[in-house]
């Protein structure tokens, strides 16, 4: 039996003990939108719209993928992470909660508009489930997966599909950095032959499959085969709880970018990634939760008005992510962004003399339409 | 042309009334070494004379022509029947073939201002701008007798009239309208010392008196500003004030509907804003009225845009909005909406291209050689 109490690796261990007991005294009195409740479990709807703190080596543990890009830059500039608890996140906690793990696993879509906080609302389950002490398999972007390859190899294990060596490989190491404990301890059920002379034996931790991926690049894609195929095998079992938490799921049903030598184009299920994380999408183990994520954003060939689960995951897509919880994002409430709005004066983000009054706010709520990303941006050059 | 009939209207040697035709007939190459350059072409009273004469048949042929009466036939009509003679597809109205009265076409002119034995008649002949230095006189007699008049009354210890004349309905004559009257080319400098005359004739306490001569250098200005009725709200079922207004820019059309109680939501051709504007320059300006006014989320708006492109839709809605917001705000607050622009028509469109160029400015490169 794994150890719940403690999930996080060493690390991280003494920073959550740090944290429980730093309060609110220790430093000038944050103002109501902040709550010092740093644990996404005890997350209720009173505190709802309010910011919580993660301490930096959790983040650097549990998320070394997976943040958007102006929010890494953001915990940079402010030293601190601070992520808003918003209903969809305590929709989920409470879907979560209440799961029961020997049915299969039940998909949840995250979807809404562009910048509404989709990816954030991810992290934070994300976050959830790591202290939770779930075993948490998250792709940052699926997208990045179907476009840009430079390299693309054969696959030796099946002669249809192209591996790609360079993703897979970033996404081995990112996994061993969040799931180290884990790596350790689940073994493998069967002997996994890599090539002529090297082979993974049964009964040895997952651990050194991942090893071997990062060692030799080739069979890299292979590796990552491996440990999903892994995992789902023995998450039915109940010896740790499985989180597949996909960011931009509606890439393994669209379109690629990719061209074969002979200049065809690549359809995804040809990539060795896609296809392995297509069955573990699919919603035939149990013991765990699927979350996933819809966006446009890094989409092809689909209009940037497009956001409905219909649309950007075509029919086939929605054929195989058929039985799911759609959790819808929206744009702040009046609540949420006078939190967020608090939070940038609080820190000197807003640092033009009429941000300060009421006229400014009105105007930055107008202007941004309560978008998340809208303000994000509008507020840097203030 | 070798033979040529001119009619030499300059430099008679007889008197103003007997002028004789001279028939020469010349060249136009002698013709061009010896005429100098001597200015717009004069015309003689008889000339007019006989153009008003040839207008007048002219125009009772053209009412028979029409079969209408000769005796009632106006210049409209006139008009009227040109344009149906002679369709023009030309865009200046004055490239058009017209048919005026000869002292509307022909431009008024002096008569010549010296006698037979070449002595002029005015006094002021030599000075060069004879009408104005004898307006100036005038003038300046004028305000003597108004002093005159006012020790008159003092010596008689009587009160002098102090009736302020309206200044705030008036205005005076322009340089080009002083110019019209006296016939003459004026400076800058001649003008304001006139008006400055006219300044001080009138300051004086009764100049009640000369108040005819006054008139004749003073017009009535138009009414400012053509008075706006401004619509009152209307209330819609749930009893929701809210009011239309229109707006144009470029070849964007934009109708507004605002409603009060609101929460500040926008919606565009059944979009949000968001989707629909992406850019913020163009959400800065449908911010605007309602920020000038500091209403910025007490309204709703619901508005359809057509035509144009994105920033020319943007600011036709703005206009539209400004214009609906008038019904919800005090009479000062619409004069300082209009004071900063938002209730006016943007007039620029875009600029024709010129044959010759490249476009409505730019031209060809230039090349030396």
Same mark, same amino acid.
């Given at each position: 039996q794994l150890d719940h109490g403690c999930a996080l690796h060493a690390a991280a261990r003494d920073g959550l003990s740090s944290v429980s007991t730093r309060d609110v005294p220790a430093e000038r009195p944050r103002a109501v939108f902040h709550t010092s409740e740093s644990d996404p479990a005890k997350h209720t709807e009173q505190h709802e719209g309010r910011l919580y703190n993660i301490p930096l080596e959790e983040v650097k543990a549990v998320f070394? #993928?997976? +943040?958007p890009y102006r929010f890494q830059q953001q915990i940079q500039t402010f030293n601190e992470a601070r992520v808003m608890v918003r209903r969809p996140a305590l929709e989920l906690f409470a879907y979560l909660k209440g799961s029961n793990l020997a049915h299969p696993a039940v998909r949840y879509v995250i979807y809404g508009e562009k910048g509404t906080g989709k990816t954030m609302t991810l992290c934070h389950v994300v976050h959830y489930c790591s202290r939770q002490g779930w075993l948490v398999l998250h792709i940052?972007?699926?997208h990045l997966w179907v476009k840009n390859c430079k390299e693309l190899l054969q696959s030796s294990y099946n002669k249809d599909r192209l591996d790609q060596p360079l993703q897979a490989s970033v996404w081995l190491k990112n996994f061993k950095t969040s799931n180290e404990h884990f790596l350790r301890e689940i073994k493998t059920q069967k002997k996994y032959t890599w090539g002529k002379r090297e082979s993974t034996e049964e009964g040895r931790p997952l651990g050194e499959v991942v090893d071997q991926g990062l060692a030799r690049v080739r069979s890299a894609s292979d590796a990552v085969g491996v440990v999903l195929r892994e995992l789902k095998q023995q998450s039915h079992r109940g010896s740790f709880r499985l989180l597949v938490a996909v960011d931009g799921v509606n890439a393994l049903w669209g379109q690629t970018t990719l061209r074969k030598e002979n200049k065809s184009p690549v359809s995804p299920e040809e990539l060795t990634l896609v296809h392995n994380l297509r069955k573990m999408v699919r919603n035939d183990w149990s013991g765990g939760a699927i979350v996933a994520t819809l966006s446009q954003t890094g989409s092809l060939f689909k209009p940037s008005s497009a956001y409905t689960p219909h649309e950007l995951l075509g029919k086939e897509g929605f054929d195989a992510l058929d039985p799911f919880v759609p959790i819808p994002v929206a744009n702040y409430s009046p609540r949420e962004f006078e939190s967020c709005y608090g939070y940038y004066l609080e820190r000197k983000w807003l640092q033009h003399e009429k941000a300060h009054t009421e006229d400014g706010k009105a105007e930055l709520q107008f202007l941004s339409g309560s978008n998340p990303r809208q303000l994000d941006r509008l507020a840097g050059p203030l | 042309a070798v033979g040529r009939v001119l009619r030499l209207c300059c430099r008679w040697g007889a008197g103003p009334r007997a002028q004789t035709l001279r028939l020469i007939c010349t060249t136009t190459a002698v013709q061009r070494k010896n005429v100098g350059a001597s200015g717009p072409e004069k015309y003689t009273e008889a000339f007019i004379k006989k153009q008003i004469e040839e207008f007048n048949l002219g125009k009772r042929h053209l009412a028979n022509m029409m079969g209408e009466d000769p005796e009632t036939f106006t210049q409209e009509d006139i008009d009227r029947a040109i344009a149906y003679l002679f369709p023009s597809g030309l865009f200046?109205?004055?490239?058009r073939p017209m048919m005026k009265h000869p002292t509307e076409v022909f431009p008024e002119q002096r008569k010549i201002q010296w006698g037979e034995d070449g002595?002029?008649? #005015?006094? +002021?002949?030599?000075?060069?701008k004879q009408s104005y230095y004898s307006l100036m006189h005038e003038t300046y007699e004028k305000i003597l007798d108004v002093q005159k008049h006012q020790d008159q009354l003092i010596t008689q210890d009587l009160p002098l009239q102090?009736?302020?004349?309206?200044?705030?309905g008036s205005r005076w004559l322009t340089k080009i309208e002083l110019e019209e009257m006296l016939l003459e080319k004026l400076s800058d400098d001649d003008y304001s010392r006139f008006i400055q005359l006219l300044e001080k004739l009138v300051a004086l306490p009764c100049a009640d008196i000369e108040e005819n001569y006054i008139q004749k250098f003073s017009k009535e200005v138009p009414v400012?500003?053509?008075k706006v009725v401004i619509e009152p709200l209307q209330y819609d079922e749930q009893g929701v004030a809210f009011s239309t207004g229109e707006g144009k820019r470029k070849t964007a059309r934009a109708t507004a509907v605002v409603y009060d109680n609101g929460t500040g939501k926008i919606t565009v051709n059944g979009t949000d804003i968001l989707h629909y504007f992406p850019v913020l320059q163009d959400r800065e300006q449908l911010l605007f009225p309602f920020q000038f006014l500091g209403r910025i989320g007490k309204h709703d708006m619901v508005c359809t845009v057509s035509g144009g492109g994105r920033a020319a839709q943007a600011g036709a809605i703005r206009l539209a909005c400004a214009k609906a917001l008038r019904s919800f705000v005090t009479e000062k607050e619409v004069e300082f909406m209009r004071q900063a622009g938002l209730l006016t028509v943007d007039p620029r469109v875009k600029e024709r291209k010129k044959p010759g160029q490249e476009g409505p400015r730019r031209k060809f490169t230039w090349k030396k050689r």
């Open positions: 070394p #993928h997976g +943040l940052p972007d699926a | 200046d109205k004055q490239a002595r002029p008649f #005015h006094f +002021l002949f030599y000075t060069g102090k009736e302020k004349r309206n200044l705030a400012q500003l053509q």
